[in-house]
């Protein structure tokens, strides 16, 4: 059974399916936005991820179990599936890798990983980027040697390792630094985490490579507002993801809002992709990657590389839906309205393109509709022509179809020239 059959559309009046665009551009002038958001304006331009970050993480699936064997072979597996050619780069160790430090605080990786500069070399010789994982604390979050105290010492060998990514997780730094040095001072705890992951920015900076730099403290005081200016080129926007669509779906929850933040070089994290892990089904593992699109979000996929199954496999290299995240234009997507149990997003594109995720987060298979997507209020005349993204199948949108859904399915469509409402004289 093909994957898509979950969600269809009913022709009830004006609906057609054609395989060529049918109509001219027009003007746009209900839709003109600005081209970038006013606060990515404000940020100078960075050297790393002018689109968001792409790669494989080790920690959704395999946890402490990574090892050196395991990123190589994920690594070896990003080639051989194509993920790579799609534009998955970073290949990224999670926590777990640590040893203990030398006299001279020297901090070795533990026996998982024998050599990291020949692993980063192995990455490397597949055309692939590498990743690391540390905390400003003491220790991270799964209990192995954090930073603190060596950031600078770490960042140097991370470069001299030939690391490309450092992701840093606050973990103990909690505990270590902002409960002991300001007790019951929530504002003065605050203003020692920003110092601390500033002061790892200019330990990365110094190092003169280029490393994605990588917030891991949950969305803490507003991260999005300040993480830029002391380095941040994505910030994690809320606590951990698990396989699980009501997690996801309250993740993208919290979402809504954080778009004008958003922009090349400096983007919102939602958190690692699951597509593929846990017991999501076919239609939640989709609307997942399409929501994460939208978002401009990093994908980072999570999930066991070399035992991945084909129709995940396909949702993952979706090229028009990695497109769609990668746009050149970085805008972060918005919830323009919800009806019932059905959301609205679109996302504003490079030359004027739109893409448009209707999504039935119910429970219930069926359970608000007949659904009709309201063109108008997302500034559109009515008729559309776009692509289903996850059918390839050029599509009509008359706002008079009838959209039927399964239950946390999504339909994603790119218009490549949509037709704003006309302007009334
Ligand atoms: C935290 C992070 C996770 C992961 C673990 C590792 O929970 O949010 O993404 O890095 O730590 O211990």
Redesign the pocket.
Same mark, same amino acid.
């Given at each position: 059974m093909r994957i898509f059959t979950s969600l269809f559309v009913v022709a009830l009046a004006l609906v057609s399916f054609t395989t060529q665009a049918q109509s001219p551009a027009a003007p746009q002038a209900q839709l003109a936005t600005p081209q970038v958001s006013p606060k990515a304006q404000l940020v100078s331009p960075p050297q790393v991820s002018q689109t968001p970050p792409m790669g494989w993480n080790s920690?959704n699936y395999f946890a402490n179990k990574v090892d050196d064997k395991g990123i190589r072979a994920a690594a070896d597996q990003l080639v051989a599936t194509g993920m790579k050619d799609a534009g998955y780069v970073y290949v990224n160790i @999670? @926590?777990t890798w640590e040893g203990e430090r030398d006299a001279n605080g020297v901090l070795a990786p533990n026996a998982k990983f024998p050599d990291m500069k020949a692993l980063a070399d192995y990455v490397h010789s597949k055309g692939l980027k590498i990743g690391i994982?540390s905390s400003p604390g003491s220790k991270?979050?799964?209990g192995y040697a954090g930073s603190l105290g060596h950031e600078e010492q770490d960042a140097k060998m991370y470069a001299e390792w030939g690391f490309d990514y450092l992701?840093y997780?606050l973990?103990s730094f909690i505990p270590d630094v902002m409960e002991k040095q300001a007790p019951h001072n929530k504002a003065a705890q605050m203003r020692l985490m920003h110092t601390a992951y500033a002061k790892m920015d200019k330990a990365l900076k110094a190092t003169g490579r280029p490393i994605v730099y990588s917030f891991?403290q949950?969305g803490w005081d507003a991260v999005w507002e300040w993480g830029p200016s002391v380095g941040a080129n994505l910030w994690?926007t809320t606590g @951990?993801v698990t396989p699980e669509w009501d997690r996801i779906y309250a993740i993208v929850s919290q979402q809504a809002g954080l778009e004008e933040y958003a922009g090349p070089g400096h983007w919102n994290d939602p @958190?690692m992709l699951e597509v593929g892990n846990g017991k999501l089904t076919l239609a939640e593992n989709r609307t997942h990657f399409s929501l994460w699109a939208m978002l401009a979000a990093p994908l980072l996929a999570g999930n066991d590389l070399p035992n991945m199954k084909p129709e995940i496999k396909a949702i993952l290299t979706n090229r028009d839906v990695i497109a769609i995240d990668q746009d050149p234009l970085g805008r972060q997507g918005a919830r323009i309205y919800s009806d019932g149990e059905v959301e609205v997003w679109t996302r504003h594109l490079a030359g004027g393109a739109l893409a448009i995720a209707v999504v039935n987060v119910g429970d219930n298979r069926y359970s608000t509709h007949p659904f009709h997507l309201n063109l108008r209020k997302l500034g559109l005349a009515e008729t559309q022509t776009g692509k289903d993204l996850w059918t390839g199948k050029t599509l009509e949108l008359t706002g008079n179809e009838l959209l039927v859904m399964a239950s946390h399915d999504v339909l994603l469509v790119r218009v490549d020239a949509p037709k704003a409402i006309p302007a009334v004289n």
């Open positions: 920690w @999670d @926590d994982y991270t979050c799964g992701k997780d973990c891991c949950y994690r @951990d @958190d």
